[in-house]
């Protein structure tokens, strides 16, 4: 790489990319923040924190003939990443299910030298603000294995848009089989396991039920596997999701009940919490209400000590829902006015308007 044509001034920022891998990109929020600048390298990351009515964007001069792994490690917010070329080309959207924690990968090569643009941006509803670390995981020439990872990254990407829609959701079966040929010739087993997943999705949106768990299920084997607790526990709720569906809600809370070690042992407490409300649902369900409402306990004492009012307000809402079930109206519209005055704090209009139908439904009875 040739340093001088590495440094390069941009809009509002400067980069310089030199043989030892340094980086300085310019980040700027818009919408409702105002311009910011922000220095990446290998050894110092960017961490920002994002809200649902922002998007951030990142811009550097690279080099052509460059294979770049960006990574964006999630903490209480769902993170989406596009990447564009010079020309503003779309070069690919990154959004692997990992719940508002977790990490997403974006691999892009540069097929030309010039100035490349990251945005990234939540379609979170919720109005608390999340943090995100934007780093670099890796930065070389492009190798023979890099551009195999890179056909492979765009045939998932390529099958991802098929299945987004009803009228090509079965096109994107072959075009995933394709993607999952690569990774397991090169060994990629986390990259195995999403796409496993993504089919088990696709054939679960087409309701061949046994198929998405086929897949689901070999997917489930890979993150037991190599231990990836988050990915195991957010399959097995996928698994519990499946099986309620079919109106087997002991075998749905059978996986409820599997994922809750794996997300504590993730250290993810935000859907270790949530999850507890999903299994007192599922007791709800089977209509063993002693023990639905002791987990609901268990959720709103959890809810109490995270930092996150959405949760908080949410949890208060489902056990409104779950007392409301079982009868017991006054502990109800006392649930919902909690978590109703939560949600206007937030701002969270559609969710005000929902719970204040319910509170005028119950007191009309």
Same mark, same amino acid.
């Given at each position: 790489?040739?340093?001088?044509?590495?440094?390069?001034?941009?809009?509002?920022?400067?980069?310089? *990319?030199?043989? !030892?891998?340094?980086?300085?990109?310019?980040?700027?929020?818009? +919408?409702?923040? !105002?311009?910011?600048?922000?220095?990446?390298?290998?050894?110092?990351?960017?961490? #920002?924190? /994002?809200?649902?009515?922002?998007?951030?964007?990142?811009?550097?001069?690279?080099?052509?003939?460059?294979?770049?792994?960006?990574?964006?490690?999630?903490?209480?917010?769902?993170?989406?990443?596009?990447?564009?070329?010079?020309?503003?080309?779309?070069?690919?959207?990154?959004?692997?299910?990992?719940?508002?924690?977790?990490?997403?990968?974006?691999?892009?090569?540069?097929?030309?030298?010039?100035?490349?643009?990251?945005?990234?941006?939540?379609?979170?509803?919720? *109005?608390?603000?999340?943090?995100? &670390?934007?780093?670099?995981?890796?930065?070389?020439?492009?190798?023979?294995?890099?551009?195999?990872?890179?056909?492979?990254?765009?045939?998932?990407?390529?099958?991802?848009?098929?299945?987004?829609?009803?009228?090509?959701?079965?096109?994107?079966?072959?075009? @995933?089989?394709?993607?999952?040929?690569?990774?397991?010739?090169?060994?990629?087993?986390?990259?195995?396991?999403?796409?496993?997943?993504?089919?088990?999705?696709?054939?679960?949106?087409?309701?061949?039920?046994?198929? *998405? &768990?086929?897949?689901?299920?070999?997917?489930?084997?890979?993150? #037991?596997?190599?231990? #990836? !607790?988050?990915?195991?526990?957010?399959?097995?709720?996928?698994?519990?999701?499946?099986?309620?569906?079919?109106?087997?809600?002991?075998?749905?809370? +059978?996986?409820?009940?599997?994922?809750?070690?794996?997300?504590?042992?993730?250290?993810?407490?935000?859907?270790?919490?949530?999850?507890?409300?999903? /299994?007192?649902?599922?007791?709800?369900?089977?209509?063993?209400?002693?023990?639905?409402?002791? @987990?609901?306990?268990?959720?709103?004492?959890?809810?109490?000590?995270?930092?996150?009012?959405?949760?908080?307000?949410?949890?208060?809402?489902?056990?409104?829902?779950?007392?409301?079930?079982?009868?017991? &109206?006054?502990?109800?519209?006392?649930?919902?006015?909690?978590?109703?005055?939560?949600?206007?704090?937030?701002?969270? #209009?559609?969710?005000?308007? !929902?719970?204040?139908?319910?509170?005028?439904?119950?007191?009309?009875?």
């Amino acid at each position: 790489m040739k340093e001088n044509k590495n440094r390069g001034r941009l809009k509002n920022f400067w980069l310089v *990319a030199v043989v !030892s891998f340094l980086f300085v990109f310019g980040a700027n929020c818009s +919408r409702n923040s !105002s311009p910011d600048k922000n220095q990446l390298t290998m050894e110092n990351p960017v961490t #920002d924190r /994002i809200m649902n009515d922002q998007v951030h964007t990142y811009t550097a001069e690279l080099e052509k003939g460059q294979f770049v792994n960006l990574t964006v490690e999630q903490h209480d917010v769902d993170v989406i990443t596009k990447v564009f070329t010079p020309t503003g080309e779309l070069i690919g959207e990154f959004d692997t299910p990992t719940s508002g924690r977790g990490t997403e990968a974006i691999r892009i090569g540069t097929e030309t030298a010039g100035e490349y643009r990251v945005e990234i941006y939540t379609l979170s509803e919720r *109005a608390e603000p999340g943090e995100y &670390k934007l780093e670099i995981a890796a930065f070389r020439p492009l190798t023979e294995r890099d551009n195999k990872i890179l056909a492979a990254v765009k045939l998932h990407q390529q099958a991802d848009i098929l299945r987004s829609k009803p009228e090509t959701r079965r096109e994107s079966i072959p075009v @995933y089989e394709k993607a999952l040929q690569i990774w397991r010739e090169l060994g990629e087993i986390s990259d195995e396991g999403n796409t496993l997943r993504a089919m088990g999705f696709a054939y679960q949106r087409m309701d061949e039920l046994e198929k *998405a &768990k086929e897949h689901f299920g070999k997917a489930l084997e890979i993150w #037991d596997r190599i231990g #990836d !607790s988050r990915s195991a526990a957010f399959t097995h709720i996928i698994f519990g999701v499946i099986h309620k569906k079919q109106n087997d809600y002991e075998n749905g809370l +059978r996986e409820d009940l599997a994922a809750q070690p794996l997300w504590e042992q993730a250290g993810d407490m935000p859907e270790y919490t949530q999850n507890l409300v999903r /299994i007192g649902n599922d007791y709800i369900k089977l209509q063993n209400n002693a023990e639905a409402i002791a @987990y609901f306990e268990k959720a709103l004492e959890n809810s109490r000590r995270l930092e996150r009012k959405s949760i908080q307000a949410y949890v208060l809402s489902e056990c409104g829902n779950a007392q409301a079930t079982v009868g017991n &109206k006054n502990e109800a519209l006392n649930f919902y006015r909690q978590s109703l005055a939560l949600w206007k704090n937030l701002k969270q #209009d559609k969710v005000v308007t !929902s719970l204040e139908e319910k509170i005028a439904k119950l007191e009309a009875n």
